[in-house]
């Protein structure tokens, strides 16, 4: 299960309300993706949800459950981010094992969960290398294999493709959709690209300003955008 239920999430850094009441309700199983200009809080909000932030008000539950003051490590969720965030110091297999080790899990069973998310991702080859011996595409599907041991009940990407060359980004989309597919797990996903976020998505949310403009499916979004900013955004002709 991962169903994930949003209510007035605030955020404010200083004087800066960075999310200004933020409702939603994502279902479990869901592709979900968060679109909205540069600054708008996308990040922030996946970094509460995920605990790695404090929202200032609000309630986040995951399956009913109460999660806003539980730690990240205990909420079932595991984020990829954008820069991969892989240690360089470790192999690729270490890199993907080392946050279940942290969490006492057995050797046998780091061993089988890595050797299934590798074989899920095509890594077997290279998980004696390090990650500079690594091609981009490689290091961000290490990132996702690392989320996909942990058996999360709820994966949040931040822009995991933006830093990857145009033909590795649709290899590396079709690899998400498709793990999607295997895991049946809830997504969350933040993207810049409108062919990104139309593909992947059961439900775009688009963000403006720290607020919710319109959540709807990328049919519904395209053939009635509430209004002009989410018409710009998905890219209809109105
Ligand atoms: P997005 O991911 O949509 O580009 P972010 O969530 O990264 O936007 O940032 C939203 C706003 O919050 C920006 O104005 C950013 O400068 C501000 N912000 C983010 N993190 C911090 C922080 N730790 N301290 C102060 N301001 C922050
Ligand atoms: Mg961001």
Known sequence: MGALQLQNIRKTFGAHEVLKGIDLDVKDGEFVIFVGPSGCGKSTLLRVIAGLEDASTGSIRIDGDEVAT??????????????????????????????????????????????????????????ARRPSELSGGQRQRVAIGRAI????????????????????????????????????ATMIYVTHDQVEAMTLADKIVVLSAGAIEQVGSPMELYNRPANLFVAGFIGSPQ
């Not at 089988?112 to 899920?120: E, G, I, L, N, Y």
């Open 70 to 127: 539980v730690p990240p490590a205990k909420r079932g969720i595991a984020m990829v981010f954008q820069s991969y965030a892989l240690y360089p110091h470790l192999t690729v297999k270490d890199n993907m094992g080392l946050g279940l080790k942290q969490a006492g899990t057995e050797k046998a069973e780091i061993e089988r969960r890595v050797a299934k998310a590798s074989a899920m991702l095509s890594l077997e080859p290279y998980l």
């Open 149 to 184: 041991v942990r058996e999360p009940k709820l994966f949040l990407f931040d822009e995991p493709l933006s830093n990857l060359d145009a033909a590795l980004r649709v290899q590396t989309r079709l690899e998400i959709a498709k793990l999607h597919r295997e895991l049946k």
